[in-house]
C-alpha cells in the first residue's frame, strides 16, 4: 500500500536554527497538509498546500514556517527561527481528489528544540 | 471556536468486550467525519470515513447525526491489538484537508 514518508524520524536542533521537514506524499495525490501535535495534546492542522500554494493555513502557522513544494515528489516545512514551543511532532499527510477525501498521515518528525 | 470533544477514557475492556466511544462537534458546516487511530507516539491511521446513513466495516459501525451534532464508534468482539487512542475528526468547513481532532479515547483491551 503507498505511503507518505518523513525524514528525519527525529529532529534535535536549538532555538533560534532553522530546520527543514520533509515529506514524500504519495505519488498520485494532490493535496498536501502539515499538521502537528505537541506532547499530550491534540493533532492541529497548520497548513494544506495544492496546485503549489497554500490554500489554507492556520494562525500557528506564522511568518516562521513555510512550505515549499521543490520538485515532483518532495514537500518541506520550514521553520526559520525555531522556539522551545515548536517542540512537537510534525506529521506530513497527503489527499487524493475530491472533498472529504480522508488524509494518509506520515509517521511523523519528532522535532525536539533545546 | 471549532471544537471536537470526546470522553478520554481510558476504556479498560477485558477481549471480546463491545465498546462504544462518543464524539461531540461544534462546527455545523462540517461535512466530512471520520475515525482514526492512534497507537503511542505514531501517525493517525484512518479507521473508517463516517457517513450520514451509518457504515460498518467489519467489527466496526460508525454513526452520525448531524441534528445532534454526535458521531459514535461501535466496536465488536475487542482484540488486544485494538489498543489504542481513537480519535474523532471532523473537517473544519473551509478547505479540503483541514480537519479539527478530538483529542481521543484512549482504549485498553486486556486478556
Known amino acids: 500500500e503507498p505511503e507518505v514518508t518523513q525524514t528525519p524520524s527525529h529532529q534535535v536542533t536549538q532555538m533560534g536554527q532553522e530546520v527543514i521537514l520533509r515529506c514524500v506524499p504519495i505519488?498520485?495525490?494532490?493535496?498536501f497538509y502539515w499538521y502537528r501535535q505537541i506532547l499530550g495534546q491534540k493533532v492541529e492542522f497548520l497548513v494544506s498546500f495544492y496546485n503549489n500554494e497554500i490554500s489554507e493555513k492556520s494562525e500557528i502557522f506564522d511568518d516562521q514556517f513555510s512550505v515549499e513544494r521543490p520538485d515532483g515528489s518532495n514537500f518541506t516545512l520550514k521553520i526559520r527561527s525555531t522556539k522551545l514551543e515548536d517542540s512537537a511532532m510534525y506529521f506530513c499527510?497527503?489527499?487524493?481528489?475530491?472533498?472529504?477525501?480522508?488524509?494518509?498521515f506520515g509517521n511523523g518528525t519528532r522535532l525536539t528544540v533545546t | 471556536r471549532k471544537e471536537v470533544e470526546q470522553d478520554p477514557g481510558p476504556f479498560n475492556v477485558p477481549e471480546g468486550a463491545t465498546v462504544a466511544f462518543n464524539c461531540t462537534y461544534s462546527n455545523s458546516a462540517s461535512q466530512s467525519f471520520f475515525w482514526y487511530r492512534q497507537d503511542c507516539r505514531k501517525e493517525p491511521k484512518l479507521l473508517m470515513s463516517?457517513?450520514?446513513s451509518g457504515n460498518e466495516d467489519g467489527r466496526f459501525t460508525a454513526q452520525l447525526n448531524r441534528a445532534s451534532q454526535y458521531i459514535s464508534l461501535l466496536i465488536r468482539d475487542s482484540k488486544l491489538s485494538d489498543s489504542a487512542t481513537y480519535l474523532c475528526v471532523v473537517n473544519s468547513g473551509g478547505s479540503q484537508g483541514n480537519l479539527i481532532f478530538g483529542k481521543g479515547t484512549k482504549l485498553s483491551v486486556k486478556p
Open positions: 463516517v457517513y450520514s
Open positions: 499527510a497527503s489527499s487524493g481528489q475530491g472533498y472529504g477525501s480522508p488524509l494518509h
Open positions: 505519488s498520485n495525490h494532490l493535496y
